[in-house]
């Protein structure tokens, strides 16, 4: 192989040292990841306060939901 001759493993494994060096600095420094979260959660709840606050929306999802049920326990009865 060319890499023991040249002694290119030594450098290889330096340069990915220091690529992953490089990365871990990077990704700690990096906090976008904890606003994308942030606005996420925030999201979530707005949601959940306007579904508990809106009666319409309680009835639709209760409607939803018993369908899926249904659906669900006539596809597991009919697996027996």
């Known amino acids: 192989m060319s890499f023991r001759r040249s002694g290119g493993i030594e450098r290889m494994l330096e340069t990915l040292k220091s690529a992953q060096k490089w990365l871990s600095a ?14 996420a959660i925030m999201l979530v709840l707005v949601a959940v306060v306007v579904i508990i606050a809106n009666p319409a929306i309680q009835a639709a999802l209760s409607t939803l939901f018993s369908g899926v049920s249904s659906f669900i326990t006539a596809g597991a009865s009919g697996l027996s």
């Open 26 to 39: 990077k990704l700690k420094s990096d906090e976008t990841g904890v606003t994308i979260v942030e606005y």
